[in-house]
């Protein structure tokens, strides 16, 4: 809320500026005409003139996500220069100095125009975006510097919304008022210049705590290392779920599943990028056979249905079949595109992968699983969906019915049998398993230790037993919204589960850096129920941002106590899952 707050008064400030000035006068000398002939079309003027420098911020911020790590340094580089602007704002004017000029002779020919009163207020409307680019341009550009490293999320409109509010609200006032809202801004121009430094000098303050890594709040979610809370917060209430559930399956007597006309394939164009393919679009797929998989590589739900995804995708490419694995980040790691490349070659996926980081696609579906399958024929229209793990015969005989609608020839009606290992075998029989458990403060349930300080590090104890699907945490650690963070060696994460297996999503808090430790059973080394990340006796190493598995027992599982212990500083962990 109190960026939001900023950001409006940030819009305010622009118009309340030296820079405004010169175009003021023929603003105000409009202010008693036509509304709709004088006010309206100054205003779109200026909206176009906003727009377009919004957008060319907004380009050239964009490749900064793609940087991935790298782009952190580069967002910092550019916050401080923007704040050096705000600071000592005779160096904005100077960068600027084209768009000014730009917008005195615009105003110029405004003035002296013969056209219409609509097309000269248009004019004075674009003159005034001009000449505002001075002021607008250094909060605009850290606005919109969070927005390309966050992605297109609804903090980052929210942001642009309150920015442009502040600034409209400024002209209204000035349109509707006039000549005394200019004399009060001239003697206010001193204090908001003072209060423009006072923001500059914020940011750069800012700047050198992100730089020097003391950021463990709200400056780190404006790095590439981390989402918005406001976007995860909208993930939850519009339902997004990580485990999915199943949909009820529609079939005849025979157990044929009956298809649906669920109308037309969306858009594939909001991929940031493409993996294994070129971009692909619902009409280039014409005459094809396509399924949509919705999927996150530390998602255990998506990893389970993955074999069976390749094994469709191998056995019926060659008769007209297209797979492809929209790849929707539920973590900030997951935006990293290189960690998606990494993890994509692991578990061996070479049909296409869609990057949808910022949830365009997953919108554009109106998903709201992971994973999720829909079924496209030939024609290019949804005809089946599926969500969650499961039903993977009946959804192998969506396929086939497809592909014989498309007119393929000798199509394999065998169901396909696979067998997975690790983390992709199919979850225990048991129904009453533990529930994934977020640790971030912000989804987190059930949390046993007895101090509960967020964002700092704190020293964490667990003073009573735990009770089944509690866990708590021994050590100093700092409990961030979407992870923890353990500050010093020697700290331990303690769960009362039940379930067959148990995983933990992992990473190293510094790319490259490596995390030993070692996990116990009830107190002794887990021996023969080790998962596929350790061995026989606990030991393991964090070495990239994914999930780890680190108990498989041989039968149902039954209740157990399970502790790992990191031996170094500087994970995070962010989440368990069982099966």
């Known amino acids: 809320m109190l960026i939001l707050i900023l950001a409006y008064f940030g819009g305010i400030l622009t118009i309340a500026s030296p820079c405004i000035l010169p175009v003021l006068p023929f603003v105000f000398a409009r202010s008693d005409q036509s509304f709709l002939k004088s006010g309206l079309p100054l205003l779109a003027g200026m909206a176009l003139t906003f727009t377009l420098v919004a957008t060319l911020a907004a380009v050239g911020g964009g490749w900064v996500v793609q940087a991935n790590q790298y782009g952190r340094w580069v967002a910092l580089v550019l916050m401080a220069f923007f704040g050096v602007t705000l600071l000592f704002p005779h160096i904005g004017d100077r960068v600027m100095r084209p768009l000014v000029s730009a917008g005195n002779k615009v105003s110029e020919a405004a003035t002296s125009s013969k056209k219409s009163p609509i097309g000269t207020s248009f004019l004075l409307g674009i003159a005034t975006g001009l000449l505002w680019a001075p002021c607008a341009g250094p909060i605009l550009g850290l606005v919109l510097t969070g927005a390309a490293l966050q992605g297109a999320n609804v903090g980052s409109s929210l942001l642009l919304l309150a920015y442009a509010a502040g600034a409209v609200t400024s002209l209204m006032l000035a349109l509707l008022i006039g000549g005394k809202v200019f004399t009060a801004m001239k003697r206010s121009l ?253 989804r987190s349930q059930h949390f046993a230790s007895d101090n509960k300080v967020t964002d700092a590090p704190a020293d964490f104890t667990i003073s009573d037993p735990l009770d089944l699907n509690e866990w708590g945490l021994q050590g100093n650690w700092t409990v961030g919204d979407e992870k923890i963070t353990l500050n010093k060696p020697n700290g331990r994460i303690t769960y009362r589960f039940h379930a067959r297996d148990l995983h933990l999503v992992l990473g190293p808090q510094e790319q490259g850096k490596q995390i030993r430790f070692k996990v116990t059973l009830d107190g002794k080394e887990p021996g023969e129920m080790h998962g596929s990340d350790i061995s026989a006796s606990g030991e393991g190493v964090v070495t990239d941002q994914r999930l780890y598995q680190l108990i498989r027992q041989p039968d149902a599982g039954g209740e157990h106590s399970f502790t790992i212990e990191f031996l170094d500083a500087g994970v995070n962990a962010y989440a368990f899952t069982f099966g």
């Open 190 to 442: 001193g204090a908001g210049e003072w209060i423009r430094r006072g923001i500059g000098a914020a940011m750069l303050i800012g700047v050198v705590a992100i730089a020097l890594g003391l950021d463990t709040g709200l400056l780190t979610r404006l790095s590439n290392q981390t989402t918005s809370g406001i976007e995860q917060k909208l993930v939850d209430k519009l339902g997004l779920s990580r485990t999915g559930s199943q949909s009820p399956t529609a079939a005849d007597e025979n157990g044929t599943p009956v298809l649906s006309d669920l109308g037309p394939m969306p858009s594939l164009d909001g991929a940031v990028q493409w993996l294994n393919s070129p971009p692909l679009t619902p009409q280039a797929l014409k005459g094809k056979v396509v399924l949509i998989d919705f999927w996150t590589y530390s998602c255990i739900n998506c990893l389970r249905a993955l074999p069976y995804v390749k094994a469709w995708a191998d056995k019926y490419r060659s008769e007209g079949l297209v797979v492809i694995g929209v790849h929707a980040p539920e973590f900030a790691f997951e935006r990293n595109v290189n960690n998606v490349i990494q993890e994509s070659k692991k578990l061996g996926i070479d049909y296409p992968i869609a990057i949808d980081n910022n949830y365009s696609i997953w919108r554009a579906f109106n998903n709201q699983y992971w994973p999720a399958h829909y079924f496209i024929d030939a024609k290019g229209e949804i005809r089946y969906e599926h969500f969650g793990e499961g039903e993977y015969p009946q959804s192998e005989r969506v396929i086939q019915q497809l592909l014989k609608e498309a007119g393929a020839k000798n199509v394999n009606t065998s169901i396909s049998q696979v067998q997975a290992k690790g983390v992709e075998q199919a979850a225990g029989q048991d129904s009453d398993i533990s529930p994934e458990t977020y640790l971030g403060y912000m």
